[in-house]
């Protein structure tokens, strides 16, 4: 027990070369080894007394931290003049700089400008101390109100999502998640690590998954009822009060399988009747619980992706599209969808690469045969007469996130030759251009393949989430979506007959991620090679002894297999994949209904010198997406997801 | 004002007659002969009495060996204030005193001061000798007076460092000659002392030279020759290691051998108990004989010998291979170092041992838990409840009285019984109970039969007390006994009292408007009171450093703090300004409490010692010497007749409030003890430490009862509810935790040959006795408070992350 202990009592000394400085600063240049020996050893051991009595002060002033006055404190015990003056808070104020063969350590001097001082406004007088009191415990139950800790603190509800069979209710099992943050634990630890061991052992294979318990207080029932309403009534006010209670209130713990079904079920309802009002107020409970710094969602993510995806790429989502901000939905759904990317992607689910798949697929069904036409009408505004600037503007921005977006997935649907002419026939005007890019992406592709970056994917294409809510917007506003809700329920039902059947096969999707690599193109098989083996990997340990953590690991398996599989399915035929998954389910629709219907659809027509209606009223949308602040800066925030997202597989494999 | 004053010289003079006059007198107790010419200061300077009118009488009081040594330590403190003519009046103590001091100047080496002095002594001597005050008493005394010097030096109360504001000005002879103090270094008071008689000997035992390299092979050599012994020796052997290796490296450091000290460190500290980390630690960075000699943890360690507690087979076991193997250098150490005190009997497992070790010098003798100890409860004074009693539960329902009438027999019976532990009701003076207080008793009494039956199923409802915004620091709460007021102390040197009832606080009228009031009116009382003043918060001021202690008078008229300033500080809750300053500790004071029956306080510090006074003194009256390092935390025994400290030496000791004897030592915690609190029937003591845990001590039998185990951090704070079925902890890891104590409490293995042998087997029910864990929102506890119903008041602030 004292091992782990050894390393931390080394008897550090200062270097002597400080002593040295510190003598030159004082104007004595030579100085010999020796006495600058025995001077570091003393100062070294002074100062070591001296922040030992400090400790002290640290301890008796009730604090974890030392501060500036517990040294002051600790000299005066000794009898030396304090240093006066040295009262940071947070920092010690010394600047780094080397060069020349020396590192300095030195002040930041700023000279300051008096008037400066005189004239700024005072700052606020800090508050004065003051009492409040709360219930810690009424009779032995903790209320949860603000004053008090969560009920269930966000480790423990992570701790229960992720590891379902280690968690435990705080009183029983103290040592486990309590154990590494005290310090002042240390001496105890002798013997409660003995006991700690074996019950994590011998007890995790025989405790089942603690059944939670949903049963609300009337208060809670109560509670419930009112925060719905508020959130879906017409009462601005009251829904702000609402949202506002759902983001910072604790102990809404045991609610959120309430909340969760509530959003879902009501996004499938508004979706049918196009009344984008609720779907914008359900998807603000979204965000108000992702919000909550208490609440930890990842338990209900299944139920809110596919109804916040929903609201991103659903064909229609008001009555009357042209005139309704319908994008604003879209925009703040795929703020969403970045969120929870951020926060509860991990190497487990996977939530990340599943969503970026998704949208690829949307890219894929929706945008592609698109290109085409889109290109005529770009062109169309570049080339023609110069009828208005920002329609310049706005089709050369549409034209760069069409490439941008296109090229990587185009990269991995065709083989290697990429010819300009094939792009050319397939594409139309934007094809040479697209070829290029697609070049470009195969030879980042590969690069990154090289340095056996796992996370290729996550990171080139979450973009798509954003741009896509801009993609299908041409498109045709067919109301045949009465698919697409119950769509969204699927996943659920097949997450849910994964978690059953999961046990016996774990070994037959990992084969199919190979098949499927193996057609797809390298940079790809690269990404797609390590998934598989990440998967076996974690499925591998488990097979033989069936094992309480199958359960766990199993749906994400076999999920991954079903979305993996989709795509040569989906491609050339469509209506097949309907059941695997919800985007999925879209694609055949959309090409059935909406791909011959969109030459029809209100776009003008390609080749022809672009009508200015038509041209405006592209320019119109493209500038509401470029303009509008959302896109731009949703693009950088996407990015900025990634490195939770993308950091957090890399260890796991 | 005055009418306050004069309430004020009422207690002193009630208290006068049979308060000090018994206490003070010698109990004879280490017969340094110092007679018992106390001359007890009656009169005037009573509680509200400042400094300057009851230093007339300086050096006057102080009758036990101890106080008299305080005498010599504490004087220059208080003789910043001393007139100029007050040697003349001052009896043979001045001399004696002057005699000690400038022994203590010779021994610290300050020449100066004592030529000084010597030069102001000797007309000091002709006024004594006009006096004719015969000479060889003189001569008895200042030998008296050295020896305790020398003796008492373990935890001498460092007198070098006097207060800086109280030695300006003055020109008594023996400030002046301390004034030097400052330009000593840092702690030269306590070591220089101690260097003289004590730590040269101490030091030159380690003198003798084995061969530096061979120390690795003799410590390996033993921990080989344990290791391979049998099982139930190994456990007991094994307390070897540490001291043996401690005293190895001083050995090796104090003849200079770096370098092999430095690699015999190395190598085996990584085998003691993780408990010692934090002295190693300190060990680690001495690596110089220079170091030696300022260094306390170390001077510890030298002057005191390590106890240790082994089986006379493992001895034996022990005695032979030493000698065997003619490994004279530890043999060497284990008769000068160590102290090992043999039982007959089997060895002790290594459960039983690791429960008792971990403190600073190894465990307690067992005959330093021996002695008896009178934990009963005092008799309650029997006090007419008067009839409105009656009045009140007719407004209640009717069947109520019925059944409140037993129960409040029982309570009147219980208190009448006398309890056969109790100490003898006037074992030590307590102050009579005034008018006010038996109202307060009544009071006490009505909210007795409202209170709740805490039990597991029953368990009490928490209040938290939040100080916002407390960016200066909390560090000490005390809240009064009927709930009505919370004290804070704060790192930036004030003491903040809030109302937490409706009733504002007031201060009373200035002087010249009192004078105005017609005292015979009947709300006189009321109408001393200033409307204007009002307020929910006072604020004291006075303290030039951390205020880390604060107790309320259990009349609620005044309040203590302690700080870091080295004072204690007496406020009046009527006035909202500072009474006394008692300047004693020269180093800051960690703690400091009221007694339960008031008048009565104590205080512990930095200093190592932990003095009682009564409020109208400026001296001790007692110093209670004995602790290795900083006291930290200090409680009354709910009988007054006792006080337990606890402290950084990871010790808890238990004094005698008569005679300033220490009847128990309780070894047991592995981290400085930070709290204690003493059971309501005053069996039991409960004590909590950094090391996270709580421990349970059966006073009467100087036993550990108990460990409760859960919480992470240092326990700030640890009360029981009103009746003893619940003890409330709080902690540094921001929770409240209640623990059950009856059961903690019950069939305790208290058969005589535990408590003969000291040999406990502490059940590991941590979990089962726990009964509840809050956590707070980043808030540590402070404080907990049971009130008089059975509510807890928790308080801390709140620190954000």
Redesign the interface.
Known sequence: ???E??LK???TVLPSESMKVVAESMGIAQIQEETCQLLT??V??RI??IA?DAL??M??????KLTT?DID?AL?????EPLYGFHAQEFIPFRFASGGGRELYFYEEKEVDLSDIINTPLPRV???????????????C?PAIP???PPA?KEQQKAEATEPLKSAK???E?DGP??G??Q?????????KEKKAPPLLEGAPLRLKPRSIHELSVEQQLYYKEITEACVGSCEAKRAEALQSIATDPGLYQMLPRFSTFISEGVRVNVVQNNLALLIYLMRMVKALMDNPTLYLEKYVHELIPAVMTCIVSRQLCLRPDVDNHWALRDFAARLVAQICKHFSTTTNNIQSRITKTFTKVIKTLILPRLQQEGERIRGVLDGPVLSNIDRIGADHVQSLLLKHCAPVLAKLRLPPDNQDAYRAEFGSLGPLLCSHVVKARAQAALQAQQVNRTTLTITQPRPTLTLSQAPQPGPRTPGLLKVPGSIALPVQTLVSARAAAPPQPSPPPTKFIVMSSSSSASSTQQVLSLSTSAPGSGSTTTSPVTTTVPSVQPIVKLVSTATTAPPSTAPSGPGSVQKYIVVSLPPTGEGKGGPASHPSPAPAPSSAPSPLGGSALCGGKQEAGDSPPPAPGTPKANGSQPPGSGSPQPAP | MAALAEEQTEVAVKLEPEGPPTLLPPQAGEGAGEGGGGTTNNGPNGGGGNVAASASSAGGDGGTPKPSVAVSAVAPAGAATVPAAAPEAGAPHDRQTLLAVLQFLRQSNLREAEEALRREARLLEEAVAGTGVPGEADGAGAEAASALLSRVTASAPGPAAPDPPGTGASGAAAVSGLATGPAAPGKVGSVAVEDQPDVSAVLSAYNQQGDPTMYEEYYSGLKHFIECSLDCHRAELSQLFYPLFVHMYLELVYNQHENEAKSFFEKFHGDQECYYQDDLRVLSSLTKKEHMKGNETMLDFRTSKFVLRISRDSYQLLKRHLQEKQNNQIWNIVQEHLYIDIFDGMPRSKQQIDAMVGSLAGEAKREANKSKVFFGLLKEPEIEVPLDDEDEEGENEEGKPKKKKPKKDSIGSKSKKQDPNAPPQNRIPLPELKDSDKLDKIMNMKETTKRVRLGPDCLPSICFYTFLNAYQGLTAVDVTDDSSLIAGGFADSTVRVWSVTPKKLRSVKQAADLSLIDKESDDVLERIMDEKTASELKILYGHSGPVYGASFSPDRNYLLSSSEDGTVRLWSLQTFTCLVGYKGHNYPVWDTQFSPYGYYFVSGGHDRVARLWATDHYQPLRIFAGHLADVNCTRFHPNSNYVATGSADRTVRLWDVLNGNCVRIFTGHKGPIHSLTFSPNGRFLATGATDGRVLLWDIGHGLMVGELKGHTDTVCSLRFSRDGEILASGSMDNTVRLWDAVKAFEDLETDDFTAATGHINLPENSQELLLGTYMTKSTPVVHLHFTRRNLVLAAGAYSPQ
């Open positions: 027990m004292a091992e202990k050894k009592l080394s008897n050893d003393e070294s051991y070591k007394e030992q002290k002060f301890h008796m002033g009730k604090r974890q006055s404190y005066k015990l000794k009898n030396v800090p508050l004065d101390v003051c009492l409040k009191a709360h219930w810690l415990s009424i009779e032995g903790q004053e008090n800790p603190p705080p009183g029983q103290e309590l154990k943050k005290g002042g634990a240390a001496p105890a630890d002798g013997k409660g």
